[in-house]
């Protein structure tokens, strides 16, 4: 089950108007006059699109007159530390490197010039609540870079964030819900295991509010050896499933269930992250095994076989010595301020 709680965070990536999003500290459960209601749970893909954001990337390139424009995916996850309450999270954006950081699958550095991070709002009208899609124009100096591995082969980025769950719509993605290799070792997740994601459907983003696609398939390959990634061909680990993915899926979370018939047994649904969407492997003329991100090549030479970067090297990510030493700076400060 997805989740939606609280965040915490001093040094800020989104400095947004203080209506949308928490300046500063805000932790433990709002408290309220109004009648609580016990709802069904959602269905398992609505709680997933609830994660996605829509990105869309401006970077300059020489000699052009105006900024081109890259479009994606990407989606929230939070991790825990047990020095806060138990209901406070850290809170990142998750894409891939080729979005955050545009032709670096080429191996050029551009320089970006701002993004626009499309997100459904919570709106107030009388007495009942809509949601709305809006778009929040950020820039690097003002609010702060995308962070990514140390290991160039990696297509993944990630951003501090802080929301405010009173006017964003959203749900997060725990650490805990990566379905790391202890994980589907347990569960002898193999090719044929049912997968699912959701993301940008550059068709129809959606008119009043962002409207992201569903697309399933199941589990193809889980490769031991390196094999080539969509930066520069370096070789990688990567997973490969068989599910359709195009122009606007990067950086998509990608579940498995480890749940249904399996051999003789049969379990309930349970999904866990298995990835994110990098790209795919187009049908070559030469019968070449060449990897493409989900921003170029022609729909008709897709081979329907999606790149998906493993849960695994997220987790690495959020728990690198770099975010870990952000988190601690942030902690250090709240417990300081927990004292006076």
Known sequence: MLSVRWCIGFVLAFLLPI?????GVAIGKTTSNEQTTVKQPQPFTNQLRNT????HVYYAVENEPRDREIDGTAFFIAVHDARLPEDADFLYLVTNRHMAAPDSYLGITRRVTHYDVLL???QHVEDRSEIQGRTFSLTPERNGSWIFPEDKSVDLAVLPVVLD???ISFQQILISDIATDEVRETARVAPGYQVVFAGYFYQFPGAKKIQPIVRQGVLAM????????VIESRKGTVFLVDAHS?????GSP????LGGLHGNSFAPEAYKLLGVVSGYYPENEDGS?????????AVHDNSGITIVVPGDQLRLLLNSPTLQAMRDKDVEKFLSKQKH
């Open 165 to 167: 769950p009173k006017s």
């Open 254 to 257: 990608v579940f498995v269930n």
């Open 222 to 229: 889980t490769p031991d050896d390196l094999i080539p990634t």
């Open 246 to 250: 195009y122009h606007g899926n990067s």
């Open 289 to 297: 095994l060449s990897a493409a991100t989900v921003l170029t090549g």
């Open 52 to 55: 996605i954001a829509f990105l």
């Open 19 to 23: 209506s949308l999003f928490c300046q």
């Open 120 to 122: 459904n709002t919570i």
